[in-house]
T-cell receptor, first 112, second 119 residues
Framework: AQKVTQAQTEISVVEKEDVTLDCVYETRDTTYYLFWYKQPPSGELVFLIRRNSFDEQNEISGRYSWNFQKSTSSFNFTITASQVVDSAVYFCALPGRRALTFGSGTRLQVQP | GAVVSQHPSWVICKSGTSVKIECRSLDFQATTMFWYRQFPKQSLMLMATSNEGSKATYEQGVEKDKFLINHASLTLSTLTVTSAHPEDSSFYIC???????????????FGPGTRLTVT
């Protein structure tokens, strides 16, 4: 069965600090995708990235970067120079048999 | 592109009444639609998967008679919470998939969610 673990329940940082959100997953699939979503206080899920298991290159998008390591089944997400607007709950997800399996989420609070 | 809307965005109802939530894919035809429920400070839990024209597939522990799902067209799915009780108060999120049912990978587009409060 698919499983996604986000061990960090809540993280608090001060603005401009870098922060890394951890995601560890379990799957029996040899080919799969991994996702990260952001859920701000409004509740709407914001898609951040979809990553194919074939591609282990790190990806960078502005202040966001992702480190995918298949050998350790991890797909960590780093925010560089965090901002107050980054405050949200972040979910890592993996497609299951019928739909996405979400991790428990990490609540990030960025203090000014 | 790939916008999913939900209506209403929030609703308050009295215990014992029924509430219908609509999920629409605005600019694409959705092969499959999904309904999730999210309790405060918790993750999203899949309730059911629906395909147009067929019965929904419910996850274990989700009462079919209480959470009625109708997928009338490729752009509309509805979730009706029947005889709602305070414990049904939650954030309900739908998503729509444009891909096939391939387990390997597909994209889901999420609606903005509906906050249900049952008093």
């Amino acid at each position: 069965a698919q499983k996604v673990t986000q061990a960090q329940t809540e993280i608090s940082v001060v603005e401009k600090e870098d922060v890394t959100l951890d995601c560890v997953y379990e799957t029996r699939d040899t080919t799969y995708y991994l996702f990260w979503y952001k859920q701000p206080p409004s509740g709407e899920l914001v898609f951040l990235i979809r990553r194919n298991s074939f591609d282990e290159q790190n990806e960078i998008s502005g202040r966001y970067s992702w480190n995918f390591q298949k050998s350790t089944s991890s797909f960590n997400f780093t925010i560089t120079a965090s901002q107050v607007v980054d405050s949200a709950v972040y979910f890592c997800a993996l497609p299951g048999r019928r739909a996405l399996t979400f991790g428990s989420g990490t609540r990030l609070q960025v203090q000014p | 592109g790939a916008v999913v809307s939900q209506h209403p965005s929030w609703v308050i109802c009295k215990s014992g009444t029924s509430v219908k939530i609509e999920c629409r894919s605005l600019d694409f035809q959705a092969t499959t639609m999904f309904w999730y429920r999210q309790f405060p400070k918790q993750s999203l839990m899949l309730m059911a998967t629906s395909n147009e024209g067929s019965k929904a597939t419910y996850e274990q522990g989700v009462e079919k008679d209480k959470f009625l799902i109708n997928h009338a067209s490729l752009t509309l799915s509805t979730l009706t919470v029947t005889s709602a009780h305070p414990e049904d108060s939650s954030f309900y999120i739908c998503s729509a998939s444009v891909g096939g049912r391939d387990r390997v990978g597909y994209e889901q587009y999420f609606g903005p969610g509906t906050r249900l409060t049952v008093t």
